[in-house]
């Protein structure tokens, strides 16, 4: 029922914009759309139809008022449109999607892809679906990490290892990974490693707060790098030079 009380409370919580949605300010119901409390006779009454009766005319209890904007806050009456089917029926904007979680009308691209499902695309939208995965992450910690062992022994390990040997073999001496270091000539991919000519290898590696190997690539292979052997590595650290440097220069 159209009175001036509830007119006046309508356009108190309306936000009118010209050719734009008109946005309600008050309070949303659980459904999403904005209401109206008449004291009067203790009735809720959803803001849109109460903003299609007020301007474009009287409603059955049998009427639907859709949203073709696909806002449900919006009572612009531009935007609103009688139908006789279901809410549940009611067809979205090309291109867009309801997020059953927050309610919301997003686009397409607002929402992760899985295969899995029939529409390619998960049914909760990004911004929900990574707050209930850090929610699940809180609360099961030791499946999370059952979980990131799985993730990176079926798909980060592999990647890794690619990348590493790609680091190894463009900067080896030779076309196949090869221990840089004059009188080694250690080959076997699983005892190589990357060393720092001019040193600062453990702070460089804190500082870069990402996988090594991905840095290397995506930095282009930089210059200052070698292959070694972890042997070779390791003597360079703690002693300063490599044994089979020594054993060269006294040979010669």
């Known amino acids: 029922m159209i009175t001036d009380k509830l007119t006046s409370k309508f356009w108190a919580k309306t ?14 119901a659980a459904h999403g759309h904005g209401q109206l409390v008449d004291v009067d006779v203790g009735k809720v009454i959803p803001a849109h ?14 009427d639907f008022v859709l949203h073709e904007c696909g806002n449900k806050l919006c ?10 089917a ?15 979680n927050c309610r919301q009308i997003k686009a397409i691209s607002e929402f992760f892809a899985d295969n899995t499902k ?16 850090r929610t699940w992450q809180k609360t099961h910690p030791e499946r999370k990490r059952e979980h990131d062992k799985r993730t990176y022994r079926r798909r980060k390990k592999p990647e890794r290892e690619k990348r590493r040997l790609a680091a190894l073999t463009h900067y080896s001496p030779d076309v196949i990974p090869r ?7 250690e080959t076997r991919v699983e ?15 804190k500082n870069i707060k990402m996988d090594f190997w991905l840095w290397l690539e995506r930095n282009g292979y930089p210059e200052g790098f070698r292959t070694l052997c972890y042997n070779c590595n390791l003597s ?10 020594r054993e060269i220069v006294h040979v010669d």
């Not at 139809?49 to 049998?62: A, V």
């Not at 009572?75 to 006789?84: D, E, F, I, T």
């Not at 005892?191 to 590696?205: Q, W």
Request: charge should be positive.
């Open 15 to 28: 936000t009118v914009k010209e050719h734009d949605c008109w946005l309600w300010k008050g309070k949303p």
């Open 49 to 62: 139809r109460y903003s299609y009766e007020l301007h474009l005319g009287s409603l059955r209890k049998t």
């Open 75 to 84: 009572v612009n009456p531009s935007h609103l449109r009688l139908s006789h």
């Open 86 to 100: 279901p809410r549940l029926l009611e067809i979205l904007p090309k291109g867009m999607k309801r997020c059953p």
């Open 118 to 133: 029939t529409s390619k695309i998960r049914s909760v939208c990004k911004i929900c679906s990574t707050k209930q995965a």
């Open 179 to 185: 221990c840089s270091c004059l009188g080694c000539n």
């Open 191 to 205: 005892f190589l490693s990357i060393d720092h000519i001019n040193g600062g290898g453990t702070a460089h590696r």
């Open 236 to 245: 360079l650290g703690f002693c300063g030079y490599c044994p089979h440097e």
